[in-house]
């Protein structure tokens, strides 16, 4: 079991390390494939400003190319070897990330304009197609690393199969907007799509680029799923409880947007009298006008939406713990993915 | 070199078998990774009605697929074991399609609403998203048939560096809707990359998959990136002077939306006088208006941008002619792609 004390509400430390290796391994990758529209790819990565110039802004957390890394790590691999495969993981993260911020018509990621806000929608959908693309060429480098093609070829078909889930699960995302009678059971369905199965196969990679071990790649797969419900309840609810200068986008969009998060699907069903009728009526429009997002709050907050959901977060906590224990790695081994998942849990951004 | 008398209007026969047999595969794709987003693919394909229901409708002339098939053919290879990447080849050449629809704000294509029209610019991206992984679960389809994994991952290098090329040729594309100065040299570098790539990549793979020469392999590598090249000219003069009932999407999009194909470069650039400041004119405006589309049309058939495109296109034709001779096949094994060389140059779709 996971100790809370060991909770963090800051960024673990291995985590810096980590993404400077990765980012490194990015760079690289974009600049041995140089296309006319890089200028958007290293915008949006927090790599230069809009007009080119050379720039540095933290553009996320890295969580899953950290977690492929980590896992890697635990089993005893190499991750020097892994690299590639976390850069892949990295690129399709942020491939979906540009094309969700044109669906989601988001104006701003990480406090700065969305790519689509600068260059327009058609180009930003080009540039997400371009990221997908080198989520391919870094996954082949895994050939130069001494991975063998099997492996290699393994690994695109894992990703590629994780990458389809996402898809499904963004239309799914999109789709409940326009329902009131989303359950919990399909909400919990579509976040294992659009984002436990792309975190699962982060750690999946990882530990299977490290060792030959299936049972110990399967735990860890299965730790990264049950983390990446963790994460995105964790994700929903600070979407509504969440303070913009930590999340870096607006708070309220979710709500405004009629996303059918944790909150709000148990929202709707467990309202009672004229709490249910009003909520209701507020996600029957096709917007709900910013006057109205306060109202929404309160009743979510009120119906103990916010518990639930955190609690229901800790319980995916909880599963992932015990796929850890599981494992049977040495305490120091796990320790530092216990560490990130209780930060993952207990994060404020 | 061609004969002209071999010269054809309508599809070869052999694009008629080629095709059932990449749509199957296709069909078994589709069903092998079932998703909720499935209907939008279906559709696209011309498998089924926008609601659902089995339909049966033309989707496109499958020239990329049949060339694979084809070059695979000519080197004396098994197409059964080249299936897979024919229809890879498919797919990426569809879900550009579907997101290219959207850039390109058009409503119709083979004289079916889009898929945006009817399910809106969101989930259409997460569609052609969707598409486009299934390419890659396609790909790997090659194993099951036999092909050894060092050439399964060459296949899916060079797949994917086409896509790459075929992202930066979109974004070059659109880039060059607001410009006035595109030179003749810009546009065929870009059409090189939007176009020629993926139809070059479609010759490499079926000739690459079918025999160890690599010399005929790149001869008719080069073949198809000329025949690419004729081809997106066609399209272009296709796109002012061809028929709505035959091309299938309105006629004077292209100037409407102020494309840079080659008949408007050349005008562009060779009009003098008052047809060059009234041109100059037209394109400076965001979109050009329907009643302005005749005046355009006139200028440039007057300025002989007609004959121009439709010359360099067959300068790229006969080219690609001789490539076909490089390869020293016996006549015979070269006919078919003869044939199909002659149909794309000469086709009024």
């Not at 790819?41 to 890295?62: A, C, I, N």
């Not at 389809?164 to 239309?171: D, K, N, R």
Request: net charge negative.
């Amino acid at each position: 079991m996971l100790s809370h004390s060991s909770a963090k509400h800051t960024l673990p430390e291995f985590f810096i390390s980590h993404r400077e290796a990765v980012q490194a391994e990015l760079k690289e990758i974009v600049n041995d494939n140089p296309s006319a529209l890089d200028n958007m790819l290293r915008y949006h990565m927090g790599w230069q400003d809009e007009h080119g110039h050379p720039h540095h802004r933290e553009s996320g957390k890295f969580v899953r190319s950290t977690l492929c890394l980590l896992s890697c790590q635990a089993v005893g691999g190499d991750i020097s070897q892994t690299l590639p495969a976390a850069a892949a993981l990295e690129l399709i993260h942020n491939f979906s990330l540009i094309h969700d911020d044109i669906e989601d018509a988001s104006f701003e990621r990480h406090q700065q304009p969305t790519v689509w806000k600068l260059w327009g929608q058609p180009q930003a959908i080009n540039a997400g197609d371009a990221m997908f693309t080198l989520a391919y060429l870094a996954l082949l480098r895994l050939r130069k690393k001494g991975i063998a093609d099997e492996k290699v070829i393994h690994s695109i078909n894992i990703l590629t199969k994780a990458c389809a889930e996402l898809c499904e699960g963004q239309y799914l995302d999109i789709d409940f907007e326009s329902h009131l009678d989303v359950t919990i059971s399909g909400y919990l369905g579509m976040i294992r799509k659009k984002t436990a199965a792309l975190i699962a196969t982060s750690s999946y990679l990882g530990a299977y680029l490290g060792t030959e071990d299936k049972e110990l790649v399967n735990s860890l797969s299965r730790f990264g799923e049950k983390l990446g419900m963790a994460y995105q309840i964790r994700d929903d609810v600070l979407g509504i409880w969440g303070k913009k200068e930590n999340v870096g986008k607006p708070v309220g969009d979710d709500i405004s947007q009629r996303k059918k998060t944790l909150p709000v699907v148990y929202g709707l069903e467990n309202s009672t009298g004229k709490h249910k009728e009003r909520l209701k009526k507020l996600y029957s429009q096709k917007h709900i006008q910013n006057e109205d997002i306060t109202e929404v709050v309160a009743i979510l907050e009120q119906v103990g939406a916010r518990d639930y959901a955190q609690d229901l977060s800790e319980q995916y906590y909880q599963q992932a713990s015990a796929q850890l224990d599981a494992t049977m790695l040495g305490s120091s081994r796990q320790a530092p993915l216990r560490e990130t998942a209780s930060f993952l849990l207990e994060r404020d951004y």
